[in-house]
Nanobody, 114 residues
Framework: QVQLVESGGGLVPPGGSLRLSCAAS????????MGWYRQAPGKQREWVGT???????NYADSVKGRFTISRDNAKNTVYLQMNSLKPEDTAVYYC????????WGQGTQVTVSS
């Protein structure tokens, strides 16, 4: 059974940075595409970006140039480096594994506010 555990969220002022981590277990991590999504209050969950098993990366237009996804297969972990954060980036951020079932972590809160 896949388990995904996000960490690294918090409160940051506009223009600040955060790095989120998602540790995976129960899978051959290196074989799977991993993604980040977010859900702001009162809004639908939206896709942030994806990294495939061979390292191809795509981003939503809203975060392109500010967010960076990476993975460390030796640590079974995917990261989301977020720079130049804006108040509209405030959301719960979720890690996703494209394992055929579609597994999700519990989410980590990111709040961008002065």
């Amino acid at each position: 059974q896949v388990q995904l555990v996000e960490s690294g969220g918090g409160l940051v002022p506009p223009g600040g940075s955060l790095r989120l981590s998602c540790a995976a277990s129960g899978i051959i991590f290196s074989a799977y595409t991993m993604g980040w999504y977010r859900q702001a209050p009162g809004k639908q969950r939206e896709w942030v970006g994806t990294i495939t098993s061979n390292g191809w990366i795509n981003y939503a237009d809203s975060v392109k140039g500010r967010f960076t996804i990476s993975r460390d297969n030796a640590k079974n972990t995917v990261y989301l480096q977020m720079n130049s954060l804006k108040p509209e980036d405030t959301a719960v951020y979720y890690c996703h594994c494209n394992d055929g079932v579609g597994s999700w972590g519990q989410g980590t809160q990111v709040t961008v506010s002065s």
